[in-house]
T-cell receptor
Framework: AQKITQTQPGMFVQEKEAVTLDCTYD???????LFWYKQPSSGEMIFLIY??????QNATEGRYSLNFQKARKSANLVISASQLGDSAMYFC????????????????FGQGTILTVHP | DSGVTQTPKHLITATGQRVTLRCSPR?????VYWYQQSLDQGLQFLIQ???????AKGNILERFSAQQFPDLHSELNLSSLELGDSALYFC?????????????FGPGTRLTVL
């Protein structure tokens, strides 16, 4: 089973509008972290936002917010007021840990969503 | 700029050869991770080091090896290269190994095997 599922291969949005990128995850660990990364065409991976499994509130970082619905195991990224520079590939990733919050190892990534912002 | 540096940025080599990719983590970060990104496999975790010791292994081939040195920089060695090893190789670092620790990625090394 896929640990991280991003069902939208591509998304289009008009400049200045908001867009939601979907991410669902699968884990039985009580402690985990969810991350979103942006990969522009230049190739680097840029960290955007983090949500912990025990966090009571949705994470926000500037124009980025995370719509965390734990019961549904979803962690959707919301980008408000889209800009042309937001055009990129976006990856959702999860890091699983034990009950003590220790985690050795990997981020598991989804397949990504290509976002195109139109002027 | 994430603070993670990787060299070289591009590498072109032939099948059967051996290459070494180098990574310097962000100042203060003790964990280093290596990932491979290819079109068919996506982003795959290879290996993690924490303060010089191997901590976790992912889908790393036996032809590949890595180490983390006392100054915390890391090297990924790829040998007997095959065409299918062509990919973007990322190094990432984090402060420690907690679930909450964000991994910051370097710019990557693009390896092309001809």
């Amino acid at each position: 089973a896929q640990k991280i599922t991003q069902t939208q291969p591509g998304m289009f949005v008009q400049e200045k509008e908001a867009v939601t990128l979907d991410c669902t995850y699968d884990t039985s660990d009580p402690s985990y972290g969810l991350f979103w990364y942006k990969q522009p065409s230049s190739g680097e991976m840029i960290f955007l936002i983090y949500q912990g499994s025990y966090d009571q509130q949705n994470a926000t970082e500037g124009r980025y917010s995370l719509n965390f619905q734990k019961a549904r195991k979803s962690a959707n990224l919301v980008i408000s007021a889209s800009q042309l520079g937001d055009s990129a590939m976006y990856f959702c990733a999860m890091r699983e840990g034990n009950a003590g919050g220790t985690s050795y190892g990997k981020l598991t990534f989804g397949q990504g969503t290509i976002l195109t912002v139109h002027p | 700029d994430s603070g993670v540096t990787q060299t070289p940025k591009h590498l072109i080599t032939a099948t059967g050869q051996r290459v070494t990719l180098r990574c310097s983590p962000r100042s203060g970060d003790l964990s280093v991770y290596w990932y491979q990104q290819s079109l068919d496999q996506g982003l795959q975790f290879l290996i993690q080091y924490y303060n010089g010791e191997e901590r976790a292994k992912g889908n790393i081939l036996e032809r590949f090896s890595a180490q983390q040195f006392p100054d915390l920089h890391s090297e990924l060695n790829l040998s007997s290269l095959e065409l299918g090893d062509s990919a973007l190789y990322f190094c990432a670092s984090s402060v420690a190994h907690r679930v909450t620790d964000t991994q910051y990625f370097g710019p990557g090394t693009r390896l092309t095997v001809l």
